[in-house]
Structures are given as C-alpha cells and as structure tokens.
Nanobody, 119 residues
Framework: QVQLVESGGGLVQPGGSLRLSCAAS????????MSWYRQAPGKERELVAT????????NYADSVKGRFTISRDNAKNTLYLQMNSLKPEDTAVYYC????????????WGQGTQVTVSS
C-alpha cells in the first residue's frame, strides 16, 4: 500500500523557518521524482520544488528560490522541505507528490500539512 505522510507544518511568524518531512512507503522511493506542492485557500495547487530521481537535480518555483531547499534521503525513503524566511503568502497546505513514468504515469499524493505564516 502506497503511503506518503507529511509532517512538520504549523504556525510560524514571518521570517521564521519550518522543515517539512514526507515519509514514503509502498513503492521504490529512489526511482521516483519527488515534489512539494502547495495550495492556498481559493487558489490552485502550485508546484513548489522538485527533486529528480536520477542525480537528485532540484528545481524551484521563482517565488521560493533562495528561501526553500528540497532534499531527499533515499536510505530513509523521506523527502524534506526546509523553508526559511517565511512570508504570509507562503501560507498554504503543503503536499508531497511522487511521480514516475514507465509506460504509464504513476503519481501518488500525501494528505497535506498546513503551514500558516502569521504574526
């Protein structure tokens, strides 16, 4: 059974930091590209950052470049998102995503974790 379980969300003041984690099970983690998405109230879900399966290349949305860092530990089947210099506009539910295309697209989602940036 595939599971992606996010943790680490919460309430933080502007300028603060949080580290999100996504524990994966039920599939071969190292073979999948892993991403963080977020969805703010009334807005569409947007891609925040991606770590590819081969080489671990990372990509970021312009809005988080220089502030957020995505990383993965293939030995622990865990994805991370270090978020620094948080802004109120970073407030959203953050989702972990796994994706791999092998003849068919395989994609899995976590349940999400709330991040609220407010004073």
């Amino acid at each position: 059974q595939v599971q992606l379980v996010e943790s680490g969300g919460g309430l933080v003041q502007p300028g603060g930091s949080l580290r999100l984690s996504c524990a994966a099970s039920g599939f071969t983690f190292r073979h999948f590209a892993m991403s963080w998405y977020r969805q703010a109230p009334g807005k569409e879900r947007e891609l925040v950052a991606t770590s590819t399966s081969v080489g671990g290349t990372t990509n970021y949305a312009d809005s988080v470049k220089g502030r957020f860092t995505i990383s993965r530990d293939n030995a622990k089947n865990t994805l991370y998102l270090q978020m620094n210099s948080l802004k109120p506009e970073d407030t959203a539910v953050y989702y972990c995503n796994a994706r791999r295309y092998v003849d068919l697209l395989y994609t899995y989602w976590g349940q999400g974790t709330q991040v609220t940036v407010s004073s």
